[in-house]
RNA sequence: GGCCCCGUCGUCUAGCCAGGUCCAGGACACAGGGUUUUCAUCCCUGCAACACGGGUUCGAAUCCCGUCGGGGUCACCA
C-alpha cells in the first residue's frame, strides 16, 4: 500500500509551495487508493505559534485536501489513525526511545558546545576556507562527562555520528545521485531543549507511520543522505524518494512570503505623498511606531494586517498564500488544477481538469526535473475555465466562504440572490468579478464613476434616451427579464438607435459605472423601485452638472 | 566558495530514457480580426524556443564531454 505524507511546520499560513507539495502526496495517496498523512512538525519552540497549525489545517480544507490519518481537524488535540499523536511535541518519548537506542549502539553521542564555540569552529573552517564538519571526539563523552556537563550548565545536545562512506539515493525524479565520502558531519538529531531536530524526528515519524514514498521540494535533497544513514543505523526502511522541482515567482526569486510585504511597502514608498499614514497604521491595527519600524524596514507585520492595509489603499498584492488567493476570488478547484501541473502533466494536451482526472492521471514518473515559474494569468485563464465548470452549488459555496472572508454588502443576500447573481455573471474570471459587479446592488448610495458619466451619460441623447426609459419602465409589468428586455428593444426601435444607446446609460444610472451584468438582469436584481429611483437621481444629477458647467 | 540539481517559444510544458515521423506540438500571455447592450466570456489568425561550443552518428532537441547561466544547500529551522 502506497502511503504519503505531508508534514508542515506551522509556523503560519500555508504558502502554495507547501500547498502544491501537499496536493502532489495527496493526489499520490489517492491514485493508488492508498493512505495519505498530515503530520505537524512543531519541533521548534521558537517558531511555532499556537493557532498556526489550526490555520494550516484550515487552508489543507478549503483547497479540497483530506487526510486518512492526522489530527482531527476540528480539534486538534484529537488524533485520527493508528499512529497518533500527528503532532511531533506530543511524541518525544516515542524520539527518545530511538535516540537512547542509537546511543546504546554508540552511533550517537553527546555534545555540549555552546553557541559561541561552534560559531567559533565555523569561523576558522571558513578562513581555512574548508567545509565545516564537526569534529568528533575520539571517545565519545560518557555518564561521568554527562554528568560535569549537567553540574556546569552547559547545553546537553546529541550527535548522530555519520558513517563516513560515499552514499547513493535514488529518486524517482533525479535518478541516482552520489555523494562522496565524508561529504557530511555529525549533526544533532537532539536539540539542549530536549526536542528531537527535524531530521531525527521525521525518520522516526516516517518509519512507525509506514510511509512508503517520500515526496518533498528539492530543497531536501541535500538532506537525504542524513535521513539514509539514520534510516540503515536504525534498521529502518528506506521509502522512496521524489524531490520536486521548486516553483520560483515572477520576481526571479523564490516564492516567498515576505514577497507581499515588500510588494507593499514599494506602493507605499512610490505613494508617501498622497497616503494617510494614521489612517493606514489604524486600518492595520499598528501603532505609529510599528508602522515605523514596517517603513523602514526593520519588520513586517502579519500577513491579514498587510492584506487589510492593502485593501484599504486599494492595491492588489501578489497572492502567496492559500488565503491570498481565497480573498482574491480564486476557486480551489481552479488552483489545485494549476498547481497539479507545475511540474507535473499528463502526457497529453489536457490542460483543464477535474479533481477526479489529476487522480486518475498522476503519476509520479511524471514529474519534472526543472524548476517552475508561477505565472499568475494563466491561474487566472485556469479559474476562468472552472468558474463555467465548476457544479452551481458548489460555486455558490464558494461565493459564500468567499463573502465571509470580506466585509461584503453581498454578504446580506440569501442564497436564491447569490445563485442568480452566479447565473447573471457567466463569464466571470473570479469571485472578486462577481462581487464587483453585482455590488451596486446591495449599497444603498452609489457614486458616479466620472469616466462613465462622460464617456455615457454626458452623451447628447442620453439623458432623453434615459428620461424615456424611465417612462417606458415605470409602466412596465411583469417586471422580470423577458419584459425589460422586450420595453428596452422597443425602445431601441422607436428611437432608430441600436441597444447601447439605451443599456449605456440605464447602467450608469443603476450603478455608477459602464460595469455590470447584463441590462436586465441588472434590472430584475435591483428591483423597479431602486431602479426607478436611480434613474431619478441620475436625471436630476445631470441637470446639476449642467448648471455646474 | 564546497557539494547537489536543473537548462525546449516571454511563461507552463509535449518530445529526450528506447536518435530519423520535429524546418519542434499544445496552453497562457502578446498582436491583429470577428461575435456581444457594458465588462467578462466566446471564435479565428499571427508572433515566438531546442543556452553555447565541441564530439559520437549517414542522421541529435534527443547520446557523451566542456563552457556559460539559473536554482538549492551548507543551523541546537523545518
Known sequence: MVVTRFAPSPTGYLHVGGARTALFCWLMARRHKGKFILRIEDTDQKRNTPTAAQQVINDLRWLGIDWDEGPDPDDLTRSIGPHGPYL??????????????????????????????????????????????????????????????????RPIAV??????????????VRGRVTFAAGEFGDFIIRKSDGFPTYHFACVVDDELMQVTHVIRGQEH???????QALQQALGFRIPVYAHMSVTVSE?????????????????????????????LARTGHLTPSELDAFLNGQSAPDGPLITAMAEHL??????????????????????????????????????IMTKDELIAAFDLERLIKANSLF??????????????????????DHFKNYLRAHD?????ADDAILAQLLKACAGARTLADVENKCKFIFIDKIEFDPKAVIKVLKKPDA??????????????????????????EMLCKKNNVGLGKVAQPLRVALTGTAVSPPIADSLVLLGKQKTLKRIDAALQFLKHEEYGD
Open 88 to 153: 511531533q511535541s506530543r511524541r518525544r518519548n516515542i524520539y527518545d526511545k530511538y535516540l537512547q537506542k542509537l546511543l546504546d549502539l554508540g552511533k550517537a553521542y553527546y555534545c555540549f558546545d555552546t553557541p559561541e564555540e561552534l560559531q567559533n569552529l565555523r569561523q576558522k573552517a571558513q578562513t581555512h576556507k574548508k567545509t565545516f564538519l564537526y569534529p568528533r571526539p575520539d571517545k565519545f563523552p560518557d555518564a561521568e562527562d554527562l554528568e560535569k556537563a549537567r553540574a556546569d550548565g
Open 159 to 172: 550527535r548522530f555520528a555519520m558513517p563516513c562512506r560515499e552514499i547513493v539515493i535514488d529518486d524517482v
Open 221 to 227: 535533497l541535500m538532506n537525504t543522505p542524513l535521513h
Open 251 to 279: 520576481g526571479g526569486g523564490k516564492l516567498s512570503k515576505r514577497e507581499r510585504a515588500n510588494t507593499f511597502l514599494q506602493f507605499i514608498k512610490n505613494n508617501t505623498h498622497r497616503i494617510n499614514l494614521n489612517a
Open 314 to 351: 486599494g492595491v492588489h498584492l501578489p497572492e502567496i498564500n492559500l488565503i491570498d488567493f481565497l480573498h482574491s476570488g480564486y476557486l480551489p478547484e481552479a488552483l489545485i488544477n494549476f498547481l497539479a501541473l507545475l511540474g507535473w502533466n499528463p502526457g497529453d494536451n489536457r490542460e
Open 375 to 396: 505565472d499568475r494569468q494563466k491561474l487566472i485563464a485556469f479559474n476562468t475555465e472552472h468558474m463555467r465548470l465548476v457544479e452551481p452549488i458548489k460555486l455558490l
Open 408 to 412: 461584503s454588502p453581498l454578504a446580506q
Open 463 to 488: 439623458p432623453d434616451l434615459l428620461a424615456q426609459s424611465r417612462t417606458a419602465l415605470a409602466q412596465l409589468h411583469p417586471w422580470n427579464e423577458n419584459s425589460i428586455r422586450q420595453a428596452i
